[in-house]
């Protein structure tokens, strides 16, 4: 989805959720999901990027994202 104001696509931070990687690699912080609210890792190297993004989102409900808009609208008959 584009942004009307400036036509550029929105900046989505991903994170891996805390209960799916219960120990994160890099130094982290956690965050809360903007669609299901679960706790997810941001890396302390990646706030700056996460402080621009319209939305901080998680692996899962992002992959559900793009599966759909993949799919397409929905058409009616």
């Known amino acids: ?4 104001a400036t036509d550029e696509e929105p900046i989505v931070f991903v994170g ?3 209960s799916d ?8 912080v956690e965050r809360t999901c903007a ?6 890792w941001v890396g ?7 402080s ?3 939305r901080l989102v998680c692996v899962p409900c992002i992959s559900i994202e793009l599966e759909l ?4 609208p929905i058409v009616y008959h």
């Open 1 to 4: 989805m584009k942004s009307r």
């Open 21 to 28: 990687l219960p120990v994160p690699h890099v130094p982290s």
């Open 35 to 40: 669609t299901c609210s679960e706790a997810i």
């Open 16 to 18: 891996m959720r805390v």
């Open 52 to 54: 621009k993004a319209e």
């Open 69 to 72: 808009e993949a799919a397409g």
């Open 44 to 50: 302390r190297d990646g706030l700056r990027m996460a």
